[in-house]
């Protein structure tokens, strides 16, 4: 019986494979393709439109970012084995407490903020609880908490306000400590020296004559590429990465090898609550106001850029970087159909045609990468 | 190993009455078994016969109803896989159970990563510790930071094993570890097996396959609905004797040991 292992010094079956390949061929290759055919076809339809100046640039990162902020958490969830379609109603819901907190309450903003952050990242952790001890499907769960939570969002304005908007946080937030990291921007400094030598526009006329088109970075931004890059260095060079697509591919060989697979997928549960959240907190102080109807479809979208990021719907597959890309896809195609004076409604055809293409070219990749069939 | 058993050391692992319920259903009803190092264990029996799930329960993916088990004489109480892995004790499933889109350093080291001070993952030690545990097993294995899911069956199963020899396992339990495999992966996985005993390995093997079960088992023992119907040492049985145990429960009406150690 030694006879087998002895007798192939090489193995035919294993195939040779060129460094080139090898670099190419990665989970965020479809991301990669679709980012520069979009920018590709923006540049060529809608150069001359404003979309690639300061003010244009600006608008479509800030949408990208939104996305972006809840994408990473629906894709390591995603890459964990689990689904989240509480997203949307969660940041409807986190907005809402801020503004009952902040204003009804006359709360201090910071206090309303962290209160929101530990009440929507405990409800996450419910979310996965459920998940785990129940062994229901997440899509399932996670169904229930969205009505449950846009009905509360819907319920709680209406008992204590009689309106389904609370306004009036941009005057709470003044002087806050807290609310500048969510709602503030960054680098103006720099924008007005950008200004002053010309490299971006500035007003001509009005209150704001002089000063630059763009004044700053939106805290939004800043939070997208913090929370992408945690993401990444979380997914890929840490342990717990490790476990992550272990709980997702396998969960029962996962936890035969001692991995904590349902600490992993609980954990995972609050992280993309936690960045629902983020996205809350960082629109409510935008607007200065929370509304019952924010994040309506926004799980969609998140996952929407997820899958067009590479990762697979069932699990164990995926990467942060492709999701954010595809958050970026998103929204350039979002805002420069507006640019390039395409009809408002065919977004939504486009957006299923770059869905679709995005699947079948990422699925292409997978079985290159993984050799499944 | 027979040194080891006529000398009265504690064996390596010792499982006492152990009974395990599910409802109504008695999977396990008050089985008791040993193993000695550098011994191998047949454990063998119809499917549902209660041999996985008391193996499930030695390897702390399962915890008994009721019994005890003694790891070199000592109470172990195995409430995890990694408690039973503080034992010594690794599993081989049959099911090659791996993280697909993981490579094989990340599968050999998955739930105990080796890490640099700074935390993150220490992929070149894993990478070098890995290939060295695989070249040992397999000088073949070379395509390692291919997602596992692109190996062969044998391939995968070699990482399993590499697994138990790297974390230098005591106890290694193996579930069918062939069944998903062809013949010539399957002869490789039992000179390994052979390999890890001469290393004073203690293994119990579940298996179906009775040439299996006779050329690399020193002892066995029949489940038949949940209870341990016979342990003999394979010497005293054959084929015929074990599969009447596994089918009816009882031994044939004539039989009487037959080895030549009495």
Redesign the interface.
């Given at each position: 019986?030694?006879?087998?292992?002895q007798g192939?010094?090489?193995?035919e079956?294993?195939k040779e494979i060129s460094r080139f390949r090898q670099a190419l061929i990665r989970p965020e290759l479809g991301g990669i393709v679709g980012t520069v055919a979009v920018f590709t076809f923006f540049l060529l339809t809608a150069f001359d439109s404003g979309m690639f100046n300061a003010q244009g640039v600006m608008n479509w990162s800030v949408v990208s970012a939104q996305f972006m902020i809840i994408a990473v958490g629906a894709c390591l969830l995603m890459i964990a084995g689990e689904f989240d379609l509480s997203v949307g109603s969660m940041i409807g819901f986190a907005g809402m407490m801020i503004a009952i907190f902040s204003v009804t309450l006359a709360w201090p903003v910071w206090l309303a903020i962290m209160i929101t952050f530990v009440l929507c990242v405990f409800i996450g952790a419910i979310n996965g609880f459920i998940v785990i001890r129940t062994g229901l499907p997440s899509f399932i769960v996670t169904l229930a908490f969205l009505f449950i939570l846009r009905g509360f969002t819907i319920f709680f304005p209406q008992v204590l306000e009689r309106k389904t908007i609370i306004g009036g946080i941009k005057d709470a937030a003044e002087g806050d400590w807290l609310a500048p990291f969510f709602g503030g921007k960054v680098g103006g400094p720099i924008f007005e020296w950008m200004g002053n030598v010309g490299l971006i526009e500035t007003f001509s006329r009005g209150t704001r004559a002089g000063q630059p088109v763009v004044d700053g970075i939106p805290m939004l931004i800043v939070w997208a590429i913090g929370l992408v890059i945690f993401g990444h260095?979380l997914l890929t060079?840490?342990?717990f990465?490790?476990?992550i697509?272990?709980a997702g591919?396998?969960a029962?060989?996962?936890?035969?090898?001692?991995?904590p697979v349902n600490r992993v997928k609980v954990l995972m549960f609050m992280f993309t609550a936690f960045c629902a959240t983020v996205f809350a907190t960082c629109q409510v102080m935008e607007f200065g106001s929370a509304g019952a109807d924010r994040g309506l479809l926004k799980e969609f979208e998140a996952i929407i850029a997820v899958v067009i990021g590479g990762a697979l719907l069932t699990g164990?597959?995926g990467s942060v970087i492709g999701a954010a890309l595809g958050a970026l896809i998103f929204g350039v195609v979002q805002q420069g159909l507006f640019f390039a004076g395409v009809e408002s409604s065919l977004f939504r055809v486009f957006l299923g045609l770059i869905l679709l293409g995005a699947v079948i070219l990422n699925t292409y990749i997978r079985r290159l990468?993984?050799?499944?069939r | 190993m027979l040194d080891a058993m006529q000398t009265g050391a504690p064996p390596l692992v010792q499982m006492d009455n152990i009974y395990k319920q599910f409802g109504g259903i008695h999977a396990v009803e008050g089985v008791s078994t040993d193993l000695y190092p550098g011994e191998v264990v047949g454990v063998l029996g119809h499917n549902g016969a209660g041999k996985s799930c008391l193996m499930r329960i030695l390897?702390g993916?399962m915890r008994a109803s009721s019994g005890q088990i003694h790891v070199n004489g000592a109470p172990a109480d195995m409430k995890?896989?990694?408690d039973a892995?503080a034992f010594g004790i690794e599993?081989i499933?049959q099911?090659l159970?791996?993280?697909?889109?993981?490579d094989a350093p990340?599968?050999l080291f998955?739930?105990?990563?080796l890490?640099t001070r700074f935390?993150?993952?220490d992929e070149k030690r894993m990478l070098s510790e890995a290939t060295e545990a695989l070249r040992q097993l397999?000088?073949?294995f070379?395509?390692l930071r291919?997602?596992v899911?692109?190996l062969?069956g044998g391939q995968r199963q070699v990482i399993a094993i590499a697994?138990a020899i790297y974390f230098q396992a005591k106890i290694l339990i193996m579930d069918e570890p062939t069944a998903a495999l062809g013949?010539?992966?399957t002869?490789?996985v039992?000179?390994l097996t052979l390999k890890l005993k001469q290393e004073g390995i203690g293994i119990f093997l579940i298996s179906h396959d009775m040439a299996d079960v006779f050329e690399l088992c020193d002892r066995v023992m029949v489940m038949n609905k949940g209870r341990n119907v016979g342990a003999f040492r394979i010497e005293d049985v054959n084929k015929d004797d074990i599969l009447s145990l596994i089918i009816k429960g009882t031994l044939p009406d004539d039989w009487e040991p037959r080895g030549n150690s009495r």
């Amino acid at each position: 019986m030694s006879a087998a292992t002895q007798g192939a010094d090489k193995d035919e079956r294993i195939k040779e494979i060129s460094r080139f390949r090898q670099a190419l061929i990665r989970p965020e290759l479809g991301g990669i393709v679709g980012t520069v055919a979009v920018f590709t076809f923006f540049l060529l339809t809608a150069f001359d439109s404003g979309m690639f100046n300061a003010q244009g640039v600006m608008n479509w990162s800030v949408v990208s970012a939104q996305f972006m902020i809840i994408a990473v958490g629906a894709c390591l969830l995603m890459i964990a084995g689990e689904f989240d379609l509480s997203v949307g109603s969660m940041i409807g819901f986190a907005g809402m407490m801020i503004a009952i907190f902040s204003v009804t309450l006359a709360w201090p903003v910071w206090l309303a903020i962290m209160i929101t952050f530990v009440l929507c990242v405990f409800i996450g952790a419910i979310n996965g609880f459920i998940v785990i001890r129940t062994g229901l499907p997440s899509f399932i769960v996670t169904l229930a908490f969205l009505f449950i939570l846009r009905g509360f969002t819907i319920f709680f304005p209406q008992v204590l306000e009689r309106k389904t908007i609370i306004g009036g946080i941009k005057d709470a937030a003044e002087g806050d400590w807290l609310a500048p990291f969510f709602g503030g921007k960054v680098g103006g400094p720099i924008f007005e020296w950008m200004g002053n030598v010309g490299l971006i526009e500035t007003f001509s006329r009005g209150t704001r004559a002089g000063q630059p088109v763009v004044d700053g970075i939106p805290m939004l931004i800043v939070w997208a590429i913090g929370l992408v890059i945690f993401g990444h260095i979380l997914l890929t060079r840490t342990r717990f990465g490790n476990w992550i697509f272990a709980a997702g591919g396998d969960a029962e060989a996962a936890r035969n090898s001692g991995v904590p697979v349902n600490r992993v997928k609980v954990l995972m549960f609050m992280f993309t609550a936690f960045c629902a959240t983020v996205f809350a907190t960082c629109q409510v102080m935008e607007f200065g106001s929370a509304g019952a109807d924010r994040g309506l479809l926004k799980e969609f979208e998140a996952i929407i850029a997820v899958v067009i990021g590479g990762a697979l719907l069932t699990g164990g597959y995926g990467s942060v970087i492709g999701a954010a890309l595809g958050a970026l896809i998103f929204g350039v195609v979002q805002q420069g159909l507006f640019f390039a004076g395409v009809e408002s409604s065919l977004f939504r055809v486009f957006l299923g045609l770059i869905l679709l293409g995005a699947v079948i070219l990422n699925t292409y990749i997978r079985r290159l990468i993984t050799g499944e069939r | 190993m027979l040194d080891a058993m006529q000398t009265g050391a504690p064996p390596l692992v010792q499982m006492d009455n152990i009974y395990k319920q599910f409802g109504g259903i008695h999977a396990v009803e008050g089985v008791s078994t040993d193993l000695y190092p550098g011994e191998v264990v047949g454990v063998l029996g119809h499917n549902g016969a209660g041999k996985s799930c008391l193996m499930r329960i030695l390897s702390g993916a399962m915890r008994a109803s009721s019994g005890q088990i003694h790891v070199n004489g000592a109470p172990a109480d195995m409430k995890s896989p990694h408690d039973a892995r503080a034992f010594g004790i690794e599993t081989i499933y049959q099911t090659l159970a791996l993280a697909n889109h993981l490579d094989a350093p990340a599968n050999l080291f998955m739930g105990r990563e080796l890490r640099t001070r700074f935390g993150n993952l220490d992929e070149k030690r894993m990478l070098s510790e890995a290939t060295e545990a695989l070249r040992q097993l397999n000088p073949n294995f070379k395509n390692l930071r291919e997602p596992v899911a692109r190996l062969s069956g044998g391939q995968r199963q070699v990482i399993a094993i590499a697994r138990a020899i790297y974390f230098q396992a005591k106890i290694l339990i193996m579930d069918e570890p062939t069944a998903a495999l062809g013949p010539s992966e399957t002869a490789m996985v039992a000179d390994l097996t052979l390999k890890l005993k001469q290393e004073g390995i203690g293994i119990f093997l579940i298996s179906h396959d009775m040439a299996d079960v006779f050329e690399l088992c020193d002892r066995v023992m029949v489940m038949n609905k949940g209870r341990n119907v016979g342990a003999f040492r394979i010497e005293d049985v054959n084929k015929d004797d074990i599969l009447s145990l596994i089918i009816k429960g009882t031994l044939p009406d004539d039989w009487e040991p037959r080895g030549n150690s009495r």
